[in-house]
């Protein structure tokens, strides 16, 4: 199935066309000791008008028959290219972006290729518990790798040092892997999905 490029995508948005919509699929999760449980997420990927996309992804647990049993956690941020942020950008704060972006056309896109053929990107995440994410990494074509590079722990958090996450479309389904540092544990197999794009979803459902 080819991607499809929505005539009103901001060109700084074009690299992550593939990622637009909403993704629900069942999934496994596990860390050190605890249990392997399986699990079904839905993740929206939505853009704004706004060179960045938001990210939501709601994880419900699934019993031994393969049914909702409940809910697990959220997580949510925004996805974007990583480059140097001019006057005409937002912020910082709630300071506007002016009317017209700085990044205007393919061809302006285009210069923003690493010496891999692919964009580097930023993410930002934040899960319940006080704990957010800066991943910094590459969208090359259909594939997407993160790492950590700050990782922000409120008082009382539960400890987590650093993660990695790989994105991929395969045979139109958005696979995903995370491994995580965490409670004492060195880089370890986390939690990984596979995901069927829904069609004409709300969101918020």
């Known amino acids: ?12 948005l074009v690299p992550f066309a593939w990622l ?10 596990g860390y050190g000791d605890a249990e392997q449980r399986a699990f079904r997420q839905r993740v929206t990927f939505e853009q ?8 939501r992804a709601r ?13 697990a956690t959220y997580e949510q941020g925004f996805w974007e290219l990583a480059r140097p942020r001019e006057d005409g950008d937002i912020g910082p704060g709630m300071l506007p972006p002016d009317p ?7 061809e302006d896109v285009e210069k923003l290729r690493n010496a891999d053929g692919g964009f580097d990107i930023s993410v930002t995440i934040s899960q319940p518990g006080g704990i957010s994410e800066l991943y910094l990494g590459q969208i090359k074509g259909p594939r997407v790798e993160l790492t950590t590079d ?30 995580m540092a965490a409670q004492g544990h060195e880089l370890a197999t986390h939690a990984s999905a596979e995901l069927t794009k ?8």
Do not use: C
Not at 48 to 55: D, E, Q, R
């Open 1 to 12: 199935m080819p991607i499809e490029i929505p005539s009103d995508l901001t060109p700084e």
């Open 20 to 29: 637009l919509g909403t993704w629900e699929g069942n999934g496994f999760m």
């Open 48 to 55: 704004t008008g706004l060179p960045f996309l938001v990210y």
């Open 59 to 71: 994880t419900t647990l699934l019993d031994e028959e393969g049914e909702p049993q409940r809910e």
């Open 100 to 106: 017209v972006p700085v990044i205007t056309s393919a």
């Open 150 to 179: 700050a990782v922000i722990r409120a008082q009382g958090a539960k400890e987590y040092l650093s993660g990695t996450r790989l994105y991929g479309l395969v045979n139109n389904h958005l696979m995903w892997a995370w491994d």
């Open 198 to 205: 829904l069609e004409q979803v709300d969101p918020e459902q």
